[in-house]
């Protein structure tokens, strides 16, 4: 999810989003668009299936919803009458994959995640910052030598890099992670 906020007290009226997402691109994943009537207002959605089997003979299903950003991108301004002087919008984009078992049907769960998170506004992060520090962010990163520019850098790439991982792995799925550059 990106969440973002644009305020005249800072400043800023104005911000430009680009967005690149091209899926049908993908080497690993044949992905197909989803017609838009079956789908949430302002969402585009795509069910793809892998390629190549992660398990002899099983080729994983993988449903995708987003919400719906220009291809060009997108200027999100403060309106020239707004009261307040701050506007949020939110983006969402929900996955989910067959590897749940049989009966999930990805695409209908991921809709009904992204459902959940759009309904959630600005309590989805809070309740993603919650979880992260009462499960995953426990061990409060790694120190990297001594405090000077250099390990400090290397600290934000190797806590970075653990965030991706742990981010990746799940629990009740008994592969690793899939090579990555």
């Known amino acids: 999810a990106v969440e973002v906020t644009v305020s005249r007290t800072s400043g800023a009226e104005a911000i430009e989003l680009l967005v690149r997402r091209n899926?049908?691109?993908?080497?690993?994943?044949?992905?197909?668009?989803?017609?838009?009537?079956?789908?949430?207002?302002?969402?585009?959605?795509?069910?793809?299936?892998?390629?190549?089997?992660?398990?002899?003979?099983?080729?994983?299903?993988?449903?995708?919803i987003t919400s719906?950003?220009?291809?060009?991108?997108?200027?999100?301004?403060?309106?020239?009458?707004?009261?307040?002087?701050?506007?949020?919008?939110?983006?969402?984009?929900?996955?989910?994959?067959?590897?749940?078992?049989?009966a999930v049907q990805p695409l209908e769960a991921a809709i009904s995640s992204f459902e959940s998170a759009m309904a959630m506004g600005s309590g989805l992060y809070f309740t993603h910052a919650e979880a992260w520090e009462a499960e995953m962010w426990r061990w409060r990163g790694i120190e990297v030598g001594a405090e000077t520019e250099e390990s400090l850098e290397l600290a934000r790439v190797v806590n970075a890099s653990m965030y991706y991982i742990m981010s990746s792995l799940r629990a009740d799925h008994p592969w690793g992670l899939s090579p990555g550059g």
Do not use: C, Y
Not at 81 to 86: I, L, P
């Open 68 to 102: 719906r950003i220009p291809s060009e991108g997108v200027v999100l301004e403060l309106p020239a009458n707004a009261t307040s002087g701050v506007k949020t919008w939110r983006f969402v984009t929900a996955v989910h994959s067959d590897v749940e078992g049989p």
């Open 23 to 64: 899926l049908t691109d993908s080497e690993d994943i044949a992905f197909e668009e989803q017609p838009s009537s079956s789908l949430p207002e302002g969402t585009t959605a795509w069910v793809g299936k892998t390629l190549v089997p992660e398990v002899e003979g099983e080729h994983m299903t993988v449903g995708i």
